[in-house]
């Protein structure tokens, strides 16, 4: 029998039954790690105080939950999004254990590059963390100069600043920042930006006999903006859904991300970015597989087709059928991968005691000899710029071996 309109989808699409029918794990894969190293992680939490920027998305904000069973004496939370801060909020104190009567829990809805934020800075007393989600992460940003520049800002002006400040200030003997899978032999602008941001963190404003450490890691399953939270609201809203053709990922659900994230922080030798132990054969998986599994979790079966016209106009007949139109695209915008990988060229794994984890040991490119992130924010506040997104791809590949990027001239915003 045909399920009525309008479909009703759990007000949570991260539920723990759709996140196993994504990784098909019931049980995280750092589970284990955490548990085992649950003393050495208390006795480098408790007590001390942390400072999460970002912290108001979806890692960040698991991220933050999960260092709250640890003790610290105070989390801060800065997100320029107060409407992510407010759900945090909401989200921790409606948790069955709320949030503790000892700990200092503060958020700020800032902009982290921004004058204000060095003014916090400045008058807070030494945060002995600092977790950093702040990015634009999306390959769509960098469709044309405007959205570049934007990128570039966020992800190394800011980011360069905010790393002056903490040490001006005296903050951060612990530093952690994010960053993504494409920035293992980037093609995208976005993936080359990250693979930068790896070379700001441990050159620019290094605390002194502190701990600098990365994460590469997967797809988040449901984040906010991804194209699996993108399937239910398509759902919701009685809309076809889309997948690029041929293309496979790695998927780590947003606990398990926030467990790499913590592990990573305060287990991580200095100067390693850390991956997760996920083989090819078994985690990369095609994203077909998953359209078609997800929509089986809601009683239909796929209806592919390459015509966008074609697949909107087929929604009610197809539901009649307990189908669901699926549209396949070309993967051929601009950056994008048809495959996940956590080691670009000349990088090797090493293990640092933790079996769900490797990592790599950062090793520089010329950027910052050649004052890259210098000659970034003259460009970013340039009021008449003549640069393009061409000299930009000129820009990034003089200091970066392994990017090739590929100009298509098609974006992920001419899709569905």
Excluded at 283 to 309: T, V, W
Aim: hydrophobic share 45%; net charge neutral; proline share 5%.
């Amino acid at each position: 029998m045909p399920i009525a309109f309008p479909i009703r989808l759990p007000r949570n699409p991260a539920a723990a039954d759709l996140d196993t029918l994504v990784t098909g794990r019931s049980e995280s894969l750092f589970a284990n790690d955490i548990s085992a190293s649950s003393s050495k992680l208390l006795d480098r939490i408790s007590g001390r105080r942390i400072l999460v920027i970002g912290g108001g998305g979806s890692i960040g904000s698991a991220t933050t939950a999960l260092l709250t069973r640890f003790q610290p004496a105070a989390i801060h939370v800065v997100d320029h999004s107060e409407n992510y801060l407010a759900e945090l909020v909401r989200n921790l104190r409606g948790r069955r254990e709320g949030i503790a009567d000892g700990l200092d829990f503060r958020t700020f809805p800032l902009d982290y590059g921004s004058p204000i934020a060095a003014r916090l800075l400045a008058d807070m007393r030494a945060y002995d963390a600092v977790l950093n989600f702040a990015a634009l992460k999306h390959v769509r940003s960098e469709k044309d100069i405007f959205s570049l520049l934007q990128m570039i800002d966020t992800n190394l002006v800011r980011h360069a600043r905010f790393k002056e400040w903490l040490k001006r200030y005296g903050h951060a003997s612990t530093y952690f920042a994010v960053s993504t899978d494409k920035a293992a032999n980037p093609t995208s602008l976005m993936g080359a930006s990250k693979r930068l941001m790896e070379d700001l963190i441990f050159a620019v404003g290094a605390p002194e006999n502190g701990r600098t450490t990365s994460a590469r890691f997967a797809n988040v399953a449901f984040s906010n903006g991804s194209l699996l939270q993108n399937f239910g609201l398509r759902l919701a809203a009685r809309q076809p859904i889309a997948v690029p053709r041929d293309t496979r990922r790695y998927f780590v659900t947003q606990a398990e991300a926030a467990e790499i994230c913590v592990l990573a922080t305060f287990l991580a030798p200095d100067g390693h970015i850390v991956f997760p132990h996920m083989e090819a054969e078994v985690h990369l998986q095609p994203l077909e597989n998953i359209a078609a599994r997800f929509l089986a979790h809601f009683g239909f079966e796929p209806e592919f087709y390459e015509d966008e016209d074609q697949a909107r106009n087929a929604v009610d007949s197809a539901a009649a059928r307990d189908r669901w139109p699926v549209l396949l695209t070309p993967l051929d915008t601009s950056g994008e991968k048809p495959y996940e990988e956590f080691l670009g060229h000349g990088e090797k794994a090493v293990e640092i005691g933790l079996p769900s984890l490797a990592a790599l040991r950062h090793v520089q490119t010329p950027a910052v000899g050649r004052h890259l992130f210098e000659k970034l924010e003259e460009l970013v506040n340039d009021p008449n710029p003549a640069t393009g997104k061409e000299e930009v791809v000129r820009i990034f590949a003089s200091v970066l071996a392994n990017f090739r990027h590929i100009e298509t001239g098609r974006n992920l915003d001419q899709r569905l």
